[in-house]
């Protein structure tokens, strides 16, 4: 928040504490939760507290708002995370470090076998590693891991719906997207019914030279 938002961040405070049958705030206690949301947009803030104020809660903190703040660190929840973790060599997709790092837990009990064990593990390591993450103000930085099983024709095909479902989500940039997919358009191995997808990607972003161009240089 800036400097000049205070006054409608105190008048929207004040509201949320009237409307609960508190007092408002004064002093150091204001001081106080100004600085807790100091770092975040006035617009995040303000929707946080009108949530908030919905719940009636006569508990209110700051922590209780921030969990009603819209999570905009492109982060996925836990459940999606495990969802799309590849989980065996057959498995693909689109993945970023902190994906990996929880998978680490949860090897064991794939291993044996045990879903279950793995996935409480699995949300339990994510949650702590993404907290720290977004405490580092840092974002996820998407990349493919490919199976390591199956045919070139699967691979290759799992390869090109990931992708196209990566950059749709937007989890991905159309330039990063193209570069991944680059070279299976001209395949000769590649069968009709998952062709359609790389026209779809080539048809609607710019000529491959530009794209790899452009992608070098924003690496460096």
Do not use: C
């Not at 995040?44 to 507290?49: H, I, K, P, Q």
């Not at 720290?132 to 099983?149: G, I, L, M, V």
């Not at 950059?167 to 570069?179: C, F, L, Y």
């Amino acid at each position: 928040m800036r400097i000049e938002d205070k006054a409608i961040f105190k008048e929207t405070l004040d509201a949320v504490f009237v409307g609960i049958g508190r007092k408002p705030l004064q002093g150091m206690a204001l001081k106080l939760w100004w600085g807790a949301f100091e770092s975040d947009p006035i617009e995040d803030v303000l929707e946080a507290l009108a949530v908030t104020f919905k719940s009636s809660t006569e508990f209110l903190t700051p922590g209780l708002v921030r969990s009603y703040m819209p999570d905009r660190s492109g982060f996925l929840k836990p459940e999606e995370a495990w969802n799309r973790y590849p989980k065996t060599e057959f498995d693909a997709g689109w993945v970023y470090a902190e994906m990996l790092k929880a998978g680490s837990s949860a090897m064991d009990s794939i291993d044996r076998g045990d879903m279950i064990a793995a996935r409480v593990a699995y949300l339990e390591s994510y949650k702590a590693i993404i907290e720290e993450a977004k405490r580092n103000k840092e974002s996820p930085k998407w990349f493919y891991s490919d199976a390591t099983q199956g045919s070139k024709e699967d691979r290759d095909g799992k390869k090109i719906k990931l992708t196209l479902q990566a950059e749709e989500m937007k989890w991905i940039g159309k330039a990063q997207a193209q570069k991944a997919l680059l070279g299976l358009e001209k395949s000769s191995e590649m069968p009709a019914r998952i062709s359609k997808y790389v026209e779809k990607v080539f048809k609607r972003m710019p000529p491959p030279e530009q794209i790899t161009s452009t992608s070098e240089t924003n690496e460096h």
